[in-house]
């Protein structure tokens, strides 16, 4: 096959509705930013992938894409190389303060995977074959997915009447503020989407309050595995304290304190599993963590870990120290749901169930055509089509790209939010 040469790149930014979910820094605005990245090549095949719609990552991959014309969508060696050149200088930054601090070979990392899961599509197309074929070969057919419980307001503050805001359309879900809420949000994912584990964002409430939602929750579903992550809220006392009281009770316990060293003395007093997202979201940081035995599993990410080859080397470091390996999730549409579940399927040792904010999404607000892939019984069937197996609504993403020049925001800012409610509020952790 002759060469596919990238002749240009196209980045959409849209805005999507987002419920007021509560977190340790604070409350979601009531839209959240995701861009739409298009590879297009000499052979009239484009590629799509998806990313961060903020502003700072909207200009590092405008600055990366630009220096792409004429890279081979199979060498991905080249596109690596050529994004670092590209950005190298530019100032490293997050999406959001809760993957972790921000450095920049993540930076780099970041542009090299809207490219690359682009390229990927574009091998798949060209070639007749999945992207989990070209990872690899599929070893499930079927990625396991858990529910994502949060608790949450019935309606945004300070939003031109609440609710409102999105022209009447109302929130669905409701208030969810103490134990009876959660499980009653949970019964309801349970119901829609089959979800067979359960994942509470924590570090909202005294710790007390969420030991007994995830009791209730474990009563209420005691055939389901439990997850409970309070974003680096607690002190290691508290940690170790909530860890006691749930002993026995959940799958893992991710980032219950801030940093490394504090999650490795949480983990030399307990027996539950560590998870995070927090303090291990790049390569550079793992050997302190394995050293210091911080973390017992690590949730992936490919939009900032690096791409699918990335996420690939992770797995062979998390196998080699016997590391467990999930997929952390943040406010996604249909295009990134697809990329996870390529790149979990061709990956033997990701056999935790994936984050996914896919419930929290309006069923209209989504960029591929039918709505992206649907869950049955928990998990998302592998699409037969080749590359990501979905094609773009382009009358979807010019809607929501609409939205995104109306809604006037521009970088999540929870901690901004929280303030039209608590004008004192920092959202400093840990504060438990």
Not at 92 to 120: H, M, N, R, W, Y
Not at 128 to 135: A, F, I, K, N, S
Not at 152 to 177: I, M, V
Not at 178 to 204: C, T
């Amino acid at each position: 096959m002759s060469a596919l040469r990238i002749t240009a790149v196209t980045v959409t930014p849209v805005a999507l509705k987002d419920p007021p979910l509560l977190n340790s820094s604070g409350v979601h605005e009531p839209f959240a930013l995701r861009s739409i990245v298009e590879v297009h090549t000499d052979a009239g095949i484009s590629g799509i992938s998806e990313a961060y719609g903020d502003d700072a990552t909207l200009a590092l991959l405008h600055r990366a894409g630009s220096n792409l014309t004429g890279v081979d969508v199979f060498d991905l060696n080249e596109l690596s190389r050529r994004v670092a050149v590209a950005v190298s200088g530019i100032a490293a930054s997050a999406p959001t303060e809760l993957i972790g601090a921000a450095s920049g070979d993540k930076t780099v990392a970041q542009a090299v995977a809207a490219f690359e899961v682009a390229c990927f599509d574009v091998q798949g197309k060209a070639t007749g074959r999945r992207v989990v074929d070209l990872l690899g070969g599929a070893v499930r057919e079927r990625v396991d997915f858990s529910a994502y419980l949060f608790y949450k307001w019935a309606e945004h503050p300070g939003a031109p009447g609440g609710a409102g805001y999105w022209d009447g359309e109302a929130d669905a879900w409701g208030a969810a503020l103490d134990p009876d809420g959660i499980v009653k949000q949970a019964r309801r994912m349970v119901e829609l989407y089959g979800f067979r584990s359960l994942k509470l964002k924590g570090g909202v409430f005294a710790p007390e309050e969420e030991i007994e939602a995830v009791r209730a929750l474990r009563r209420e579903f005691p055939d389901r595995p439990v997850r409970l992550d309070p974003n680096a809220n607690w002190t290691v006392e508290t940690s170790l304290r909530v860890a006691e009281a749930l002993a026995g009770e959940l799958e893992y316990l991710e980032d219950p304190t801030p940093g490394i060293p504090g999650m490795a003395e949480v983990a030399a007093k307990t027996s539950l599993p560590l998870a995070t997202n927090m303090c291990v979201t790049g390569f550079a940081e793992i050997p302190e963590a394995v050293r210091l035995g911080a973390v017992q599993v690590i949730l992936s990410d490919h939009h900032f870990w690096g791409g699918f080859r990335a996420t690939h080397a992770l797995a062979g470091i998390c196998q080699t120290f016997g590391l467990g390996l999930s997929m952390h999730s943040n406010t996604h549409l249909g295009i990134s749901l697809a990329a996870m579940a390529q790149i979990a399927a061709a990956t033997p040792n990701l056999t935790y169930a994936l984050d996914t904010h896919t419930p929290w999404k309006w069923e209209s607000e989504d960029v591929v055509l039918g709505g992206g892939l649907a869950f049955v019984d928990g998990a998302v069937t592998l699409p037969g089509g080749p590359g990501l197996g979905v094609e773009l609504d382009r009358d979807a993403v010019a809607r929501l790209h609409e939205q995104y020049v109306t809604c006037g925001v521009r970088r999540r800012d929870d901690v901004g939010w929280m303030r039209r409610v608590d004008p004192e509020w920092t959202g400093e952790r840990p504060r438990f």
